[in-house]
T-cell receptor, first 112, second 114 residues
Framework: DAKTTQPPSMDCAEGRAANLPCNHS???????VYWYRQIHSQGPQYIIH???NNETNEMASLIITEDRKSSTLILPHATLRDTAVYYC?????????????FGAGTQVVVTP | NAGVMQNPRHLVRRRGQEARLRCSPM?????VYWYRQLPEEGLKFMVYLQKENIIDESGMPKERFSAEFPKEGPSILRIQQVVRGDSAAYFC????????????FGSGTRLTVV
């Protein structure tokens, strides 16, 4: 699975959009980009995933560049409850199913 | 629809004792995964099981650790003769055979070895 690179931390004002970048320059054509988050002391929570197209659900939007070397997770209106560590993971679901490689992630702090 | 249930939430064991961590997957989920998070470290994959089968245990320490997912009942992660370095949060996740929505994680078991 491709290695991903994320900034270690970022702050965001409550009510504003949070844009979380992720680089995955070695991603292969059949690797998906998954995003999870871990709120302090809780289990990780699935947010969204995508392959090529941009995706949106009730939690977030995922923008994947055309060359797929990077992506951005967008939390449209950050709340204090969005404070968490966010993980970007590239995974080939057919082979590595279940073996998520969590990196250090990005610590997002949403401030009032 | 209950989520992934892990128990106990907190477990304290003395060095040398055995620790048993239980994970009941979501209804309809036949795949279970165990992860460990050491203090101030990231989540690390340990083992992937289907009913009665270990599919991938490449992340499991070679000694003292074992996992099972019997035909009936929860998945069990067993740690024999615990040492202080086993103190960590242990998370279980489950999924159906095929899913487009990632895994569902439980709230974890915090193991403290004293």
């Amino acid at each position: 699975d491709a290695k991903t690179t994320q900034p270690p931390s970022m702050d965001c004002a409550e009510g504003r959009a949070a844009n979380l970048p992720c680089n995955h320059s070695t991603i292969s054509g059949n690797e998906y980009v998954y995003w999870y988050r871990q709120i302090h002391s809780q289990g990780p929570q699935y947010i969204i995933h995508g392959l090529k197209n941009n995706e949106t659900n009730e939690m977030a939007s995922l923008i994947i560049t055309e060359d797929r070397k990077s992506s951005t997770l967008i939390l449209p209106h950050a709340t204090l409850r969005d404070t968490a560590v966010y993980y970007c993971i590239a995974i080939m679901t057919t082979d590595s199913w279940g073996k998520l490689q969590f990196g250090a992630g990005t610590q997002v702090v949403v401030t009032p | 629809n209950a989520g992934v249930m892990q128990n106990p939430r907190h477990l304290v064991r003395r060095r040398g004792q055995e620790a048993r961590l239980r994970c009941s997957p979501m209804k309809g989920h036949s795949h279970v995964y165990w992860y460990r998070q050491l203090p101030e470290e990231g989540l690390k994959f340990m083992v992937y099981l289907q009913k009665e089968n270990i599919i991938d245990e490449s992340g499991m320490p070679k000694e003292r650790f074992s996992a099972e997912f019997p035909k009936e009942g929860p998945s069990i992660l067993r740690i024999q003769q615990v040492v202080r370095g086993d103190s960590a949060a242990y998370f279980c996740a489950s999924s159906p055979m095929w899913t487009d929505y990632g895994y569902t994680f439980g709230s974890g078991t915090r193991l403290t070895v004293v």
